[in-house]
């Protein structure tokens, strides 16, 4: 039971340009979603975060959008640069649930070329 | 502000032994997960703690997984007979309290032959 997925296994763009990940969801009751980037060999760190009450969030390059009813949410990342290539996952967690557990997607490998 | 501690890094074993791993989390830090993630899957939750309370082990193997978080700090989780299924980066994650962002250390990739 996938209830969070990232159906873009992998992302290749050009230095400059926009890079666009998409994730989709099943649980209604998801209430808070985050964005984690992954460097080879270190664990996952937390990049930009939305709560179900927005449906746009930014910081500097990286805006994520979130649209409840499609229960899809994406991450635009603009411009793109070289040093964003890692993997990305999405994630959900059912914060009225009050506990802060994490559901993953499988995660999308970005590749950006000079 | 010093990350998540993780240990071992690496580590290699048979099928049917042993084997431990360590996580010392964000000093402060009320809440401590363990997470296995294998090759090209997203992270999935083993356990989660609140200080030294089990909060959700609804997904941890629990005829072969054991984790522990003693005095509300430091925590190990055990594999004990491991399975060539259990091979995967064991990550431990922290926050401040239960809905705030995680943060993961570097995992230890286990590998069992």
């Known amino acids: 039971d996938q209830q969070v997925k990232q159906n873009s296994p992998s992302l290749s763009v050009q230095e400059g340009r926009i890079s666009i990940l998409n994730c989709d969801y099943t649980?209604?009751?998801?209430?808070?979603f985050l964005w984690y980037k992954k460097y080879p060999a270190e664990g996952p760190t937390f990049l930009i975060s939305?709560?179900?009450?927005?449906d746009k969030n930014e910081d500097g390059r990286f805006t994520v959008f979130l649209n409840k009813s499609a229960k899809h949410l994406s991450l635009h990342i603009v411009p793109s640069q070289p040093g964003d290539s890692a993997v990305y996952f999405c994630?959900?967690?059912?914060?009225?649930?009050?506990?802060?557990?994490?559901?993953f997607g499988q995660g999308t490998t970005l590749q950006v070329k000079p | 502000e010093a990350g998540v501690a993780q240990s071992p890094r690496y580590k290699i074993i048979e099928k049917r032994q042993s084997v431990a791993f360590w996580c010392n989390p964000i000093s402060g830090h009320a809440t401590l997960y363990w997470y296995q993630q294998i090759l090209g899957q997203g992270p999935k939750l083993l356990i989660q703690f609140q200080n030294n309370g089990v909060v959700d082990d609804s997904q941890l193997p629990k005829d072969r997984f054991s984790a522990e978080r003693l005095k509300g700090v430091d925590s190990t989780l055990k594999i004990q007979p491991a399975k060539l299924e259990d091979s995967a980066v064991y990550l431990c994650?922290?926050?401040?309290?239960?809905?705030?962002?995680?943060?993961f250390g570097n995992g230890t990739r286990l590998t069992v032959t």
């Open positions: 939305i709560s179900s009450i927005k």
């Open positions: 994650a922290s926050s401040f309290w239960g809905n705030s962002p995680l943060h």
């Open positions: 994630a959900a967690s059912d914060r009225a649930g009050n506990t802060g557990k994490l559901i």
């Open positions: 649980n209604s009751m998801f209430d808070y």
